[in-house]
């Protein structure tokens, strides 16, 4: 089993920034570095959506069109971390968010999504306001 663990979730005023965090552990098969990750959302009322996705090498990377040019996602091989850096944040951005790996992507020769999310975080709050 792999235990994903979000953390960097808050409050704060339309325009801020937050970085949220993802820390992988427990059984990593094949290493944390082999890992296809992504974050995902899901405010009040809605369904869960995409927001960003890392393929297990790091160097593809694909974004919702709502959070392009505003969100970062990387990961920390070193650190089996996934990192959300979220700038000039809205307040349709509130919404609780969600990491969730795909273990076996680069097994799979997988590089582009959709990946297959077997593992998934408790969620982290994030709340803009107006």
């Known amino acids: 089993q792999v235990q994903l663990v979000e953390s960097g979730g808050g409050l704060v005023q339309a325009g801020g920034s937050l970085r949220l965090s993802c820390v992988a552990s427990?059984?990593?098969?094949?290493?944390?570095?082999?890992?296809?990750m992504g974050w995902f959302r899901q405010a009040p009322g809605k369904e869960r959506e995409s927001v960003a996705e890392i393929s297990w090498a790091g160097g593809a990377t694909y974004y919702a069109d709502s959070v392009k040019g505003r969100f970062t996602i990387s990961k920390d091989n070193a650190k089996n971390t996934l990192y959300l850096q979220m700038n000039t944040l809205k307040p349709e951005d509130t919404a609780v968010y969600y990491c969730?790996?795909?273990?076996?992507?680069?097994?799979?020769?997988?590089?582009?999504?959709?990946?297959?999310?077997?593992?998934w975080g408790q969620g982290t709050q994030v709340t803009v306001s107006s």
């Open positions: 427990g059984r990593t098969f094949g290493g944390f570095s082999t890992f296809a």
């Open positions: 969730a790996a795909d273990p076996f992507a680069q097994a799979r020769g997988v590089i582009i999504p959709p990946y297959d999310y077997d593992y």
